[in-house]
């Protein structure tokens, strides 16, 4: 009986699917059609063939009949309609966007017995669904922050510095900017050569605000500061899941973040061997491969390097690519020491004294030409950074408004001195018979680590063994400071 019942009832489900697909298709269009905030169809050519009155009023089309027979992105300028057309696939369920109001949307292809697409319909489903008016709510208050985030990140990514920032007008700081000024004409790497201080970041900011790529971000990044194990997805970075620890949704990458700016890559020479290939394919193929992909993306980057060691000695010792050496060296830059500025001392020296009475909001102070003297007598191994410390220090510890030697003294205490501040003491000559060779000078990388232990080591002293304190005393970041101290062998004290 069962077996029956059940074959009858299979026998009449084609006659009821028939019927059902008759009545409720129709229904169903109706239903949408009267519910809707506006309805449209189009033919196979995306030409209107029928719109609702309300539709075309929202439109701002007094009679639907001017609609009939035009392209429906006329009336329509955020359609889709087309791109139903073309797969054949409806869009369920879709943002679009009319004037500052974003509408909820569905969209059908129509087909023939045949199942070819001969047009579209689409409704307006906004008011109807009042269950998405919430989730409009919050999408709308994202992309708000989103916005907002984004102006605030491309805000911090314009250059600070111009190139009258870069105070100075002694021959070899003429000699700097007219370089400058040559490099902003073009898009070829850049290498900055200096010591530490001496403004290599101010003058790649320069560059960048006089190129034509200066409505375009500004990207710095310290390569002695990040991590070697993050380096490469930091550079390039990652798609997601690329590796165990990394954000699932993957890492963007400096090079794309700098995208159709300029990339500014600070002591380039602490950068490791393997990435300096990678590197190097980026600054001449411009593409990059993101970490855990096989498929190299585009990118318009304009690269700054900046170092403050001897590159051809490290490519004689095997730590530098040569190749990645005169790739970047297309122009390069030297930037003069601040004991090589001769009488620009003072015009810097006032320079920095009036950013610190507009920062800190405290009285402008001068100097007497006591303490010009005294200053200049100074080496600055930490050149500018090491000045703009001294002062600031001064003018935390005194009233005057015109700073004297004597209240250099306490910030300065080695003012009247021509040893450079943390260099080792030279010793007194040692008496030989004549008979007997001068004994032999010790090679420039050891005599340069205990240069650099002596000082690291002061450091640590006068900050109590705090390595925060005693990095920022030396003018370099945390993380530098530590990787100095492992590589000298070094340890701080907490």
């Known amino acids: 009986m069962a077996d029956r019942d059940d074959g009858r009832f299979l026998d009449a489900v084609p006659d009821s699917v028939a019927l059902l697909r008759s009545r409720a298709i129709p229904s169903l269009f109706e239903a949408l059609e009267t519910q809707s905030e506006g309805t449209v169809a189009v033919d196979r050519d995306a030409r209107v063939v029928w719109i609702n009155a309300k539709y075309a009023r929202m439109l701002g089309i007094s009679d639907p009949a001017e609609a009939i027979g035009r392209e429906v992105e006329e009336i329509i300028p955020h359609s889709q309609m087309r791109q139903v057309l073309a797969t054949g696939q409806p869009i369920l369920l879709d943002l679009m966007l009319f004037g500052t109001q974003r509408l909820v949307v569905t969209r059908f292809p129509l087909t023939d017995d045949a199942g070819a697409v001969i047009g579209a319909v689409g409704f307006v489903l906004y008011d109807s669904l009042h269950r998405l008016k919430p989730l409009l709510a919050e999408l709308s208050r994202l992309e708000a922050e989103l916005a907002a985030t984004k102006r605030r990140l491309d805000e911090g990514r314009q250059p600070r510095y111009t190139l009258q920032s870069y105070v100075g007008d002694s021959p070899v700081c003429l000699e700097v900017k007219r370089k400058a000024r040559v490099a902003a004409r073009t898009d ?11 403004g290599k970041e101010l003058i790649a900011q320069a560059i960048h605000g006089l190129s034509a790529r200066s409505g375009r971000c500004f990207v710095g990044v310290n390569v002695a500061a990040i991590p070697e194990t993050l380096l490469e997805a930091e550079f390039f970075g990652a798609v997601p899941g690329a590796y165990t620890g990394l954000d699932r949704r ?5 090079f794309k973040t700098a995208d159709g700016g300029t990339l500014f890559l600070d002591e380039i020479g602490d950068m490791p061997l393997g990435l300096q290939a990678k590197l190097l394919r980026a600054l001449q193929e411009q593409e990059i491969e993101p970490l855990g992909s096989d498929r190299p993306v585009k990118v318009d980057v304009r690269v700054i390097a900046a170092t403050n060691v001897d590159l051809e000695r490290r490519i ?3 730590r ?25 001392l003072e015009a810097i020296a006032e320079s920095i004294l009036q950013e610190i009475a507009a920062r800190t909001g405290q009285p402008l102070r001068g100097l007497t030409p006591e303490a010009v003297e005294a200053l200049g007598r100074h080496r600055w191994p930490g050149n500018v950074r090491e000045l703009r410390n001294v002062l600031e220090r001064t003018c935390l510890l005194t009233d005057n408004r015109r700073l004297t030697a004597a209240d250099l003294h306490e910030a300065l205490p080695d003012s009247g001195e021509a040893e450079p501040a943390g260099a080792l003491p030279i010793p007194a000559p040692v008496p030989v018979r004549a008979e007997q060779p001068p004994p032999p000078l010790p090679g420039y990388d050891e005599a340069f680590d205990e240069f650099e232990r002596a000082l690291l080591g002061r450091a640590l002293a006068g900050s109590g063994g705090r390595a925060t304190e005693a990095a920022r005393a030396l003018g370099i970041s945390r993380a530098a400071f530590y990787k100095k101290l492992a590589r000298l062998g070094m340890r701080a004290g907490r």
């Open 316 to 318: 004689r010792d095997g």
């Open 188 to 198: 070829a790497p850049i290498l900055l050569l200096g010591e530490t201080g001496t």
């Open 320 to 344: 530098f690519r040569s190749d990645l050496y005169y790739r970047l060296n297309v122009l390069p830059i030297r930037l003069p020491a601040l004991a090589e500025m001769a009488g620009g």
């Open 250 to 254: 993957g890492r963007e990458g400096r």
